[in-house]
């Protein structure tokens, strides 16, 4: 793209795109026959058009904040830019969010009008709208009559007003994180920041364009569904599908077929477990199928590297992917080209199983703080075990100087135009984290190999000290257990104790079938206090780390937990990373008892 026609705001990069690809598909959403109905760009245009005047009637203008609560949909992106053409600032925030954490935000950025999803809703914020004085209007999407979103649009149908175009420089969205310890912070993000994320990301990946679609699983109140999917997409002039929800998963990708994914290890190491799970309880000549395509792939890959191939490998190949692998890919909807994974690294073994069956995965890095995208792997430079290389234009630095002396690692720090401007309201967190030259210190812990590329190597603020004085990063030890398919979920626990805990949550769905072979009772209360059953998880955990961590990581006791942590319990954020501090605080007693 040439410099001149490159938009440095979000407005620019919408109308750009309304402008070129009118006609075709941006949005699909779910009936109720579960078919999919399309909205095109000119559709979706129009519609932010009428909302942006209609906002400007009701005095809504330039410096102002806009908030919405909503889950991903069409009307998602209409609020935005109809606000961004206003020259105000966007404030999303999730549907699954406690009311607290509302009102917290909206009176934190000061939003002055706020559109929400639906009328239970409307019913929470009207709890707290008498203590937040700067919110005056309350607009509900699924909604009839003068409050509603419709309203307003066809308010604004009757006196069209243009569109501002906004300095790079000026604050486009307040995404708010949820953390994993204190009060949300509101990340501040331009036009600048996310105009250049979109484009120098995007560049990582020259072959996507106008046909190629996204089936939308992550949030977009987050920066990473945010960027990768609304902003990215629109841009190239691709089309997004909404997904109807986890447990639809399966069927979406096969009615959307996606050409290209966003999203996060978890899906595909759920499939990459389920398939061995499949293959062992079907057994016979299925199984050895699959076993012969996986062995198989992996020889022709090694061959291929070495420049040399192999006739029986390839015929063997052949055979397992029209048998087998074929069918793998038809359950993502048959068109998948690969997909873009962050919050965790993959599983090198699960990366280079999906690249061989056709489905490569692209690790990448970033934080809401970098708009996100930092670091990524792409289809001409990917190393699987990293997180990729620095995008464009960004550059990524490692500070030794935080961490003990011995390491051979440090905090990663990140140079660019996707910096963030700091925090609202918080001068003294954002002195916190950036550096005299501009630079956003993470607080990751990573290392730069010899040609560039990042391993993140654990979390600063998260690792912890044994009584030993032996240091541990528990991110990456729990990772590798939520690996093993009778896992869920785990948290590793021994801050200045003399060894690690381990607190496991099983996959109730897989040990049921175990419990039903072994005749044991099926309630998850009953099988987590079950001596047998937690012998073979404690045993598979430790044989899982053995050999890749050293003994002192390895944990020596477990707690069995028959409740996830989740969104809703609090043990969660928004992103699906672990508060510590909350899971330490409600299981205090289990944990203390493993010490005694």
Request: proline residues 5%; contains cysteine; charged residues 25%.
């Amino acid at each position: 793209m040439a410099e001149k026609d490159r938009p440095t705001n979000l407005v620019d990069m919408f109308e750009q795109s309304v402008a070129k690809h009118g006609p075709n598909k941006l949005f699909g959403t779910k009936n109720a026959a579960g078919e999919y109905e399309w909205v095109t760009y000119s559709e979706v245009g129009r519609r932010v058009d009428d909302l942006r005047a209609g906002m400007a009637a009701k005095g809504i203008g330039k410096g102002d904040c806009v908030g919405l609560i909503a889950n991903n949909r069409n009307e998602w992106v209409v609020v935005a830019f109809a606000t961004l053409g206003l020259g105000c600032r966007f404030i999303p925030m999730y549907e699954a969010e406690l009311t607290s954490t509302w009102k917290y935000i909206i009176s934190d950025s000061g939003i002055k009008v706020l559109f929400i999803s639906k009328p239970e809703i409307l019913e929470k914020v009207e709890t707290f709208k008498a203590d937040v004085p700067c919110l005056e209007q309350i607009y509900v999407i699924d909604a009839e009559g003068p409050d509603s979103m419709v309203a307003l649009e066809e308010l604004g149908r009757e006196k069209p007003v243009p569109s501002v175009k906004p300095d790079s420089e000026d604050i486009a969205v307040l995404i708010y994180t949820s953390g994993t310890t204190g009060e949300p912070k509101g990340v501040l993000l331009s036009h600048g920041n996310f105009t250049s994320n979109t484009i120098d990301a995007g560049s990582c990946f020259p072959d996507l364009g106008p046909g190629d679609r996204s089936l939308s699983i992550l949030p977009w109140a987050h920066s990473y569904g945010q960027t990768a999917d609304v902003y990215n997409f629109i841009h190239i002039g691709g089309s997004v599908a909404f997904m109807g929800s986890v447990q639809t998963i399966v069927e979406d990708l096969g009615r959307a077929q996606p050409t290209f994914l966003i999203a996060v290890p978890r899906i595909f190491n759920r499939v990459y477990d389920g398939l061995w799970a499949k293959m062992d309880e079907e057994g016979g000549l299925p199984r050895k199928l699959f076993v012969m395509g996986v062995e198989s792939a992996k020889q022709k890959r090694e061959l291929a590297a070495q420049g040399k191939s192999s006739f029986m490998v390839d015929l063997k190949y052949k055979i397992a992917d029209a048998i087998v692998f074929k069918k793998i890919r038809a359950r993502f909807g048959g068109k998948l080209k690969g997909a873009i994974t962050g919050s965790a690294m993959m599983n090198p073994e699960i990366a280079l199983f999906f690249s061989d069956l056709g489905i490569p995965t692209y690790d990448c890095y970033g934080l809401t703080e970098t708009s996100p995208a930092a670091t990524m792997n792409r289809p001409a430079k990917n190393k699987i075990g990293t997180v990729g290389s620095a995008i464009p234009n960004v550059r990524i630095e490692i500070d030794s100087s935080v961490v003990e002396e011995s390491a051979d690692d440090g905090e990663i720090i990140v140079y660019g135009p996707n910096v963030m401007k700091g925090y609202h309201n918080k001068p003294d967190a954002t002195a916190e984290v950036m550096t005299p030259d501009g630079g956003f210190r993470t607080g990751d812990r990573g290392k730069l190999d010899e040609d560039g590329f990042l391993k993140v190597t654990g979390r600063i603020k998260e690792q912890f000290k044994l009584l030993n004085g032996k240091y541990v990063f528990p991110s990456s030890i729990e990772e590798e257990i939520k690996l093993i398919p009778m896992v869920a979920n785990a948290m590793i626990y021994g801050e200045n104790k003399e060894y690690n805990i381990c607190l496991v949550v099983p996959d109730f769905e897989v040990l049921a079938k175990y419990a039903e072979k072994e005749g044991l009772p099926r309630e998850p209360a009953a099988l987590v206090a079950n001596e047998k059953v937690q012998t073979m998880i404690s045993d598979m955990i430790k044989d899982a780390l053995k050999g890749t961590y050293g003994s002192y990581e390895i944990p020596k006791k477990f707690v069995f937990l028959a409740e996830d942590f989740t969104l809703e319990n609090g043990m969660l954020t928004q992103t699906l990373k672990l508060k510590r501090r909350a899971v330490v605080e409600g299981f205090q007693d289990q944990i203390e008892a493993s010490y005694k």
